[in-house]
C-alpha cells in the first residue's frame, strides 16, 4: 500500500540552529518571565543586522505597528493610507485606534503599493487641507516597495512613514535592509515567517527615544518606582524572554534560511518560467527580494487551466499554496474603505498563487511540486486536445 507523502506547507517554521540549546538556557537559567538577557540580546543583534539605532522585541508583528501607530498619536479623526494587497494585519491597528484607513492600489512593477496613486492620493488630501497622519508601506512577499519614491512623497508633505517589513527581513533596496526605511518600522516573527519565534514581533527605529517609549508603553506603562505607578495607559505587549531566546538563534541562521528560499525560487523559476501563461512576481532592481513567499500568476487562456484549479490540483497531492492576498478593499470586514485604484491588486488575487517557499523544504519536494504544476499543465492540454 502507497503511504500519502508527509505534506508540503507553505512555509513551516524551520529549526536548526541552537535555538534549542538557547530556549533550554532561557529555561535553565531562570529567566522565564517576563524579560531577560535574550530580550535585551535579541534586540541587540536585530538592530545592529538591520541597521538601526534601536529595536523593541513586542509579542506580535500586529501589536508592533498598534504602538507605532499609537506613538504616532494616531486616533479618531486622523486617517492613514496603506496598500490594499497584504495581510489584515497591516490595517487592523488603525481600525482599533478609531482612524479611517485609505487604501492605496498596487503597481504592476512589483505588486507594491503604487507611487502613482500614493502621490495622487497625498495631493488631494494636501489641497483638501486634510493630510493623512501616517503612511504605511508593505514589502509585499519579501520584496521592499519603492522607497525612494516613498519617501520623497512622505518628506515632501511631511507625513511619517511606517515600514511594515513583517515579511522582508533579510531583503534589501538601494542597499539598505529592509525594516530601516520610515520613522519606525516593524518585524514579524509569526510561525510562517522567514525566522520565527512561534509568536513575536518587534518595533526598530534610529529614534531611540521611539523605541525606548515602546518599550515602556508595551509593558503597561509601569513608571520606574516601587509601586505600580501608571501616568498613562499601555498595553501587555512585551515578548518574553523564552520566545527571544529561539529568536536569537533563528536570526544567527537568517542568511541560511534566504540562501534555502533564493535557491528554492530560482528552481521555481527554472522549472515553470518557460510554461505558457505562468508568470512570477515582477523583481524591482533597485532591491533583492528574501523570496519569503515565491508567487506566480496564472493566466488561464494560456496556461488552460486557473489559479484555483492548479491550487485543488496541488491539494490532492498533499501540497499547500495558498492565493495572493485578498486586498482589503475586497473584505467583508472593512466594508466601505475607500479605495484608490483596485483592479491591479483584483487581478492578482484573481490569478496569483503562493507556492510553497520554507527554508527547511527539501529540493526534491520543490521539485514535486514543480513536477506537480508542469503535470497539471500537460493534464489539461491534452485532455483539451482530446476533446477537440
Ligand atoms: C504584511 C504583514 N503585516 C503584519 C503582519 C502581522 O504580524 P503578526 O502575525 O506577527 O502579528 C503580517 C503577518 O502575519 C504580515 O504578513
Redesign the pocket.
Known amino acids: 500500500m502507497s503511504e500519502k507523502r508527509a505534506r508540503i506547507y507553505l512555509s513551516p517554521p524551520h529549526m536548526g540552529g541552537r535555538e534549542r540549546e538557547l530556549l533550554l538556557d532561557a529555561f535553565d537559567s531562570g529567566w522565564l518571565a517576563p524579560l531577560g538577557p535574550h530580550v535585551d540580546g535579541f534586540e541587540r543583534e536585530m538592530a545592529t543586522r538591520v541597521g538601526v539605532k534601536d529595536a523593541a522585541a513586542l509579542s ?4 508592533s ?1 498598534h504602538l507605532a501607530l499609537h506613538m504616532l498619536g494616531i486616533g479618531p479623526g486622523d486617517r492613514v493610507i496603506a496598500p490594499t494587497l ?2 489584515i ?2 490595517v487592523t491597528p488603525v481600525i482599533h485606534l478609531g482612524a479611517e484607513v485609505v487604501l492605496v492600489d498596487s503597481c504592476k512593477e512589483s505588486w507594491n503599493i503604487d507611487p502613482q496613486g500614493l502621490a495622487d492620493e497625498l495631493r488631494e488630501s494636501a489641497e483638501a487641507g486634510c493630510l493623512p497622519k501616517a503612511v504605511i508601506s ?1 514589502d509585499l512577499y519579501g520584496q521592499c516597495a519603492d522607497y525612494d519614491a516613498i519617501e520623497e512623497l512622505c518628506a515632501k508633505y511631511e507625513v511619517p512613514l511606517i515600514e ?1 517589513a ?2 522582508s527581513l533579510g531583503a534589501s533596496y538601494g542597499g539598505r535592509a529592509a525594516g530601516s526605511f520610515g520613522a519606525m518600522s516593524v518585524l ?3 510561525g510562517n ?1 522567514i525566522i520565527t519565534t512561534s ?3 518587534m518595533l526598530l527605529s534610529d529614534r531611540e527615544e521611539w523605541v525606548v517609549r515602546a518599550r515602556k508603553l508595551a509593558s503597561q506603562a509601569k513608571e520606574p518606582v516601587a509601586h505600580y505607578e501608571h501616568l498613562e495607559v499601555g498595553f501587555n505587549y512585551r515578548m518574553s524572554n523564552v520566545l527571544a531566546a529561539m529568536g536569537r538563534g533563528q536570526l544567527e541562521t537568517l542568511d541560511e534560511h534566504l540562501q534555502a528560499r533564493r535557491r528554492h525560487n530560482g528552481a521555481y523559476r527554472d522549472g515553470l518560467g518557460g510554461l505558457p501563461g505562468v508568470d512570477f512576481m515582477p523583481l524591482d532592481p533597485r532591491g533583492e527580494p528574501n523570496h519569503w513567499l515565491t508567487c506566480v500568476t496564472i493566466d488561464p487562456a494560456r496556461f488552460g487551466a486557473d489559479r484555483e484549479t492548479i491550487r485543488l490540483h496541488l491539494e490532492t497531492l498533499n501540497i499547500e499554496s495558498r492565493a495572493v492576498w485578498k486586498p482589503m478593499h475586497l473584505q467583508p470586514a472593512l466594508k466601505g474603505v475607500r479605495c484608490r485604484g483596485g483592479e491591479v491588486s483584483e487581478s492578482l488575487f484573481e490569478r496569483g498563487l503562493c507556492l510553497p517557499s520554507g527554508s527547511g523544504m527539501s529540493d526534491a519536494d520543490r521539485d514535486s511540486v514543480v513536477a506537480a504544476i508542469q503535470a497539471c499543465h500537460r493534464n489539461v492540454n491534452s485532455s483539451q486536445v482530446s476533446m477537440s
Open positions: 506580535s508583528g500586529t501589536a505597528l497584504t495581510f494585519a497591516t508593505v511594515d513583517a515579511e514579524s516573527f509569526n515567517k509568536g513575536g514581533g
